[in-house]
């Protein structure tokens, strides 16, 4: 699809996702995911090994969705001492092949999560 396309690659640093002062996630192994549909370049996405997840405060949504360049996601809630949010958790258990680097990776929506990007001592 000429219109809507995607690149990866690892990101460089450590990434922590934060909800209010609790992190979600910590990890040195980050997939960064730009997408670009009809023009336009949508917010880049930070995908998380799951072991790098904070996965004890999360529960499976039944909430799914299609893209027609990733696949079909998987939505986990967060519960903990942020509170309850749905559905701030995606990834792509099957993605397709062109994007088989985020498969079973996690993503957190950009909107209620803030990111940490630091720097590895070289």
Same mark, same amino acid.
């Given at each position: 699809?000429?219109?809507?396309?995607?690149?990866?690659?690892?990101?460089?640093?450590?990434?922590?996702?934060?909800? *209010? @002062?609790?992190?979600?996630?910590?990890?040195?192994?980050?997939?960064?995911?730009?997408?670009?549909?009809?023009?336009?370049?949508?917010?880049?996405?930070?995908?998380?090994?799951?072991? @790098?997840?904070?996965? @004890?405060?999360?529960?499976?949504?039944?909430?799914?969705?299609?893209?027609?360049?990733?696949? @079909?996601?998987?939505?986990?809630?967060?519960? *903990?001492?942020?509170?309850?949010?749905?559905?701030?958790?995606? *990834?792509?258990?099957?993605?397709? %092949?062109?994007?088989?680097?985020?498969? *079973?990776?996690?993503?957190?929506? %950009?909107?209620?999560?803030?990111?940490?990007?630091?720097?590895?001592?070289?």
């Amino acid at each position: 699809m000429a219109d809507h396309f995607h690149e990866l690659e690892r990101t460089r640093g450590r990434v922590t996702a934060w909800l *209010g @002062d609790e992190v979600l996630a910590r990890s040195e192994r980050t997939i960064l995911l730009r997408e670009f549909v009809n023009g336009k370049t949508l917010d880049p996405v930070y995908y998380f090994p799951p072991e @790098d997840v904070a996965v @004890d405060k999360l529960k499976p949504s039944e909430t799914r969705t299609n893209c027609p360049i990733k696949g @079909d996601a998987s939505y986990w809630t967060y519960s *903990g001492g942020a509170g309850a949010e749905e559905d701030l958790v995606w *990834g792509y258990l099957e993605p397709i %092949a062109s994007s088989r680097h985020i498969g *079973g990776r996690m993503a957190f929506d %950009a909107r209620r999560v803030t990111f940490e990007v630091e720097p590895l001592d070289a």
